[in-house]
């Protein structure tokens, strides 16, 4: 990650967050006008979800498992205390690419990758370390950065 990308999130975090936000939502928009997830699907295949206690609640109920069970065999606590998958890829992506539980998927699979969300700023470590994992938040951040970096 650049030197010069780096000091540029820093200061988009000073910018005003209902412009990011909406430069953010536009951009996104664009980006998925071109980019088919079911391409990639590197997000599933390299990195967990959260999984907060709804989502646990009913992936169990969609896969018949009791809660304690669906726990044990698919996730496990971070360092930070919350449920992440114990494996990658994800368990539930399928050979081709699609989620198998997609109906009862994580709430944060359903916001990914989370670039077209309201206050931007408060997530933009997030996005930049997504850059590495999506190539839309990849598309997205090189448009904020033409449209942020030139003369103001």
Do not use: W
């Not at 304690?68 to 698919?74: K, S």
């Amino acid at each position: 990650m650049s030197k010069e990308r780096k000091q540029l999130f820093r200061k988009l975090k000073k910018s005003k967050p209902k412009s990011l936000d909406q430069d953010f939502k536009q951009f996104h928009d664009e980006a998925f006008e071109t980019i088919d997830c079911l391409e990639c699907a590197n997000c599933c295949k390299t990195t967990s979800p959260i999984f907060y206690d709804a989502d646990i609640n009913r992936l169990s109920k969609t896969l018949k498992m009791k809660r304690g069970e669906f726990i044990d065999t698919y996730l496990y606590k971070d360092s930070e205390g919350d449920y992440v998958l114990n494996e990658a890829p994800c368990p539930f992506l399928g050979y081709d690419n699609k989620c198998i539980v997609y109906e009862s998927r994580p709430t944060a699979c359903k916001e990914y990758p989370h670039t077209d969300r309201k206050r931007q700023h408060q997530i933009l470590n997030l996005t930049l370390k997504n850059t590495a994992v999506c190539p839309a938040v990849e598309e997205v951040v090189k448009k904020i950065e033409a449209l942020y970096s030139g003369p103001q």
